[in-house]
């Protein structure tokens, strides 16, 4: 079936490091790829997504590159802020499968 | 602005106990979908429903049962709370299945405790 590895947390950084969660996947057919966002005490949303190979999602300073040659999805920011500091969750279509979520800390 | 609203937020039980999860969205979206996150195991899917009166079982369904009789309404209810049970339930919709016309809407959460 469908899956979705991403790196484990927590990710601890300083504000205005370079960002990259890495996220593989294995699906069958062609799925859409989704980067979603929990901030503490709060439901997911929706922080960036891609339809088709070689589509680039980006929203709020945050990329991600669908790459159909390596099933990846990595997410990356330029320089992060504390405002960042959330789990980040990669999944696909159809039905949102989800990878387990990685943890990120930015220190101030 | 309401979009997805579950209800309760908090609830414990003990074991043995049922009750159900409510949760309704005001965005007409054909398609709902419960699901449970546990700890550093990501979001798990329950059941999903396609439209009224259409319901199908996630990865994770059993213990769980659902219905939809309105496009609005989608309760999960827990038979026989076990602590098993105990996660953090989501509920979500979207315009279409997830990816093909659009995002998954989620709601706040409902932490259920079985002791």
């Known amino acids: 079936g469908d899956s979705v590895t991403q790196m484990e947390g927590p990710v601890t950084l300083s504000e205005e490091a370079f960002l990259t969660i890495n996220c593989t996947y294995t699906?069958?057919?062609?799925?859409?790829l989704f980067w979603y966002v929990q901030y503490p005490g709060e439901g997911l949303q929706l922080l960036l997504k891609?339809?088709?190979?070689?589509d680039k999602g980006s929203n709020k300073g945050f990329e991600a590159t669908y790459r159909k040659e390596t099933t990846s999805f990595h997410l990356e920011k330029g320089s992060v802020q504390v405002s960042d500091s959330a789990v980040y969750f990669c999944?696909?279509?159809?039905?949102?499968?989800f990878g387990k979520g990685t943890h990120l800390i930015i220190q101030p | 602005n309401a979009g997805v609203t579950q209800t309760p937020k908090f609830r414990i039980l003990k074991i043995g106990q049922s009750m159900t999860l409510q949760c309704t969205q005001d965005?007409?979206?054909?398609?709902m979908y419960w699901y449970r996150q546990d700890p550093g195991m990501g979001l798990k899917l329950i059941y999903y429903?396609?439209?009224?009166?259409?319901?199908d079982k996630g990865e994770v369904p059993n213990g769980y049962n659902v219905s939809r009789s309105t496009t609005e309404d989608f309760p999960l209810r827990l038979e026989l709370a076990a602590p098993s049970q105990t996660s953090v339930y989501f509920c979500?919709?979207?315009?279409?299945?997830?990816?093909?016309?659009?995002?998954?809407?989620f709601g706040e959460g409902s932490r259920l405790t079985v002791l």
């Open positions: 979500a919709s979207s315009y279409g299945l997830a990816g093909r016309t659009g995002e998954l809407f």
């Open positions: 699906a069958t057919g062609y799925p859409s």
């Open positions: 891609a339809t088709k190979a070689d």
């Open positions: 999944a696909l279509s159809p039905l949102g499968t």
């Open positions: 965005m007409n979206h054909n398609y």
């Open positions: 429903s396609v439209g009224a009166g259409i319901t």
